[in-house]
């Protein structure tokens, strides 16, 4: 036997094992504080593959990022502000209805620190007055629908991100700009929220730039329809020089195919405020020329800066593509929410901030991300503004992916309304106020 083994047998060895151990189990715990975030955002259904599963990616890798302190500045302290963030993440397939159980249960079950999440303008309505109503944080990452803010008053509600207006009257100054001549255009556009303030938008923004133009097809096919073979032949029986579309996800995607195989987009210029998500995905079937946007200065429409080159490249290396519209939008959330929770945290003794402290700490607020600065400057605080970008598309056979040639910028203030009006009024009313 080993004097090892021996010095085991010791007597009254298994009394002090025994001893240590009480003596360990009575010592408060040291585990380190957490900040808990769901995540929900489209992980099956049409909307998932191209936009609902990259939003998702991106927000695990950020939280990696972050968890590790490896962000660049302002965002390199671990964590949120030496919190653990955990995530929970939640499928928003299902229904506006499905939404608002999923959220409560969230809040009640999970319990969140916070929700940041929803592409669905029709589930940003429904679920923003129950959070409201609870009284706990929600941050809306992406849909569209300009009413959250301008029809309702939130203190616990945000949008880090513009609403649709902007996408629109970007559009319209765009062709201007370029001096595209139109003198009929067509629309297609979803029958619900968003599909309906897009095809508004537009309309109204053409009417002011383009007084005399007249507006041929005016096509609303159900979220998700997927055929659209009845829409494409009333689009050709109806001559014009633009058509309009806001289609989205696995919607955008079929209508690109089955019309660019009948040769619609050869007789009539294809106009697209929200397509940047499905250029990879669809490649060279993507119709050349097409004037397009991001919803912001996202993936490809992106400006120079150093976090911007950060998140491109970590994005590519880690998922394998170059970030577009979904990533963007969902690494600015977490990045508003990180500062805004760190800046809670320093006002409350480095302690964790209380629901009311994280929301008086990000209302109001502005911080840079990777599609520019952000600006929480309508909704009274809670409603973000930032500048945009549209320009063309091109197949690049070199580079085997489409390219955007001829980019314009607007800035922020040139797209979105003042924070004393609801977008509708000022673009009924010209613009007043805009600098461009």
């Known amino acids: 036997m080993s004097m090892q083994n021996k010095a085991i047998r010791r007597p009254g060895w298994r009394k002090a094992m025994v001893a240590a151990a009480v003596s360990l189990a009575a010592l408060p715990a040291l585990a380190q504080e957490s900040f808990k975030i769901g995540v929900v955002s489209f992980l099956s259904g049409q909307a998932a593959e191209s936009f609902g ?23 390199n302290k671990t964590g949120f502000g030496g919190m653990k963030i955990e995530a929970v993440y939640i499928d928003e397939n299902g229904g506006a209805t499905k939404q608002v159980q999923e959220l409560r249960t969230l809040y009640d079950r999970d319990k969140v ?26 941050i809306l990452y992406d849909c ?11 203190n616990y509600v945000f949008r880090t991100a513009a609403h649709a207006a902007m996408d629109n009257v970007a559009l319209a100054r765009y062709l201007k700009a370029r001096n595209v001549k139109v003198d009929k255009f067509n629309m297609i556009n979803q029958d619900y929220a968003w599909g309906q303030d897009s095809k508004k938008d537009f309309t109204l923004s053409m009417q002011q730039l383009y007084k005399d ?23 050709l029986t109806k001559p014009a020089d633009i058509v309009h579309s806001s289609l989205w996800g696995g919607d955008l995607q079929a209508f690109i195919l089955q019309a660019g195989a009948r040769g619609l987009f050869q007789k009539q210029t294809p106009v697209f405020s929200a397509a940047d998500h499905v250029l990879v995905g669809l490649g060279e079937k993507f119709p050349n020329g097409a004037i397009l946007g991001a919803r912001g200065a ?51 003794g480095g302690k964790k901030p209380t629901t009311e402290q994280l929301a008086a700490a990000l209302k109001g607020s502005s911080w840079p ?9 309508l909704g009274d605080g809670q409603q973000a503004i930032q500048e945009t970008a549209i320009g063309r598309t091109r197949w690049d056979t070199a580079k085997k992916m489409v390219v955007i040639e001829d980019l314009q910028r607007f800035p922020a203030e040139c797209v979105n309304p003042p924070a004393n009006m609801k977008a509708e009024d000022w673009m009924k009313a010209g613009f007043p106020g805009a600098k461009c």
């Open 369 to 377: 991300s990777p599609g520019g600065e952000i600006r929480l400057a």
């Open 113 to 138: 620190d916070a929700v940041v999440g929803y592409v669905g303008s029709g589930d940003c309505l429904a679920v923003a007055p129950v959070a409201e109503e609870l009284k706990k944080f929600l």
């Open 298 to 348: 996202y993936g490809l429409l992106s400006p120079k800066s150093e976090l911007n080159d950060w998140w491109f490249d970590l994005h590519s290396k880690a998922q394998g593509v170059y970030p577009a519209q979904p990533a963007y939008r969902m690494a600015q959330s977490l990045m508003g929410l990180k500062l805004a929770a760190e800046k809670a945290m320093a006002a409350n």
């Open 213 to 235: 133009a007249k507006i041929e097809a005016d096509l609303l096919p159900k979220f998700g329809a997927g055929q659209y073979g009845t829409e494409i032949s009333a689009l």
């Open 144 to 154: 569209g629908t300009p009413r959250i803010f301008e029809d309702g008053k939130y």
């Open 53 to 75: 599963v990259p939003a998702v990616n991106a927000a695990k890798l950020l939280v990696d990022v972050f968890n590790k302190g490896q962000a660049p500045a302002p965002y």
